[in-house]
């Protein structure tokens, strides 16, 4: 499986490329925000990470 981490400052346009680069690739697009904080904004355990 191929795969590509996108990398940079806040307010980059991370998202945005990484929306493109997805649509054109068919790459799954994981946002590793939405797995590592909890819907309270407290961050998982390394386990379950």
Known sequence: MKRIIVI???GSGKSKFSKALHNITKIPLVHL?????NADKTTVSQETF
């Open 8 to 10: 940079g400052c806040p």
């Open 33 to 37: 925000d939405i797995l590592y904080r």
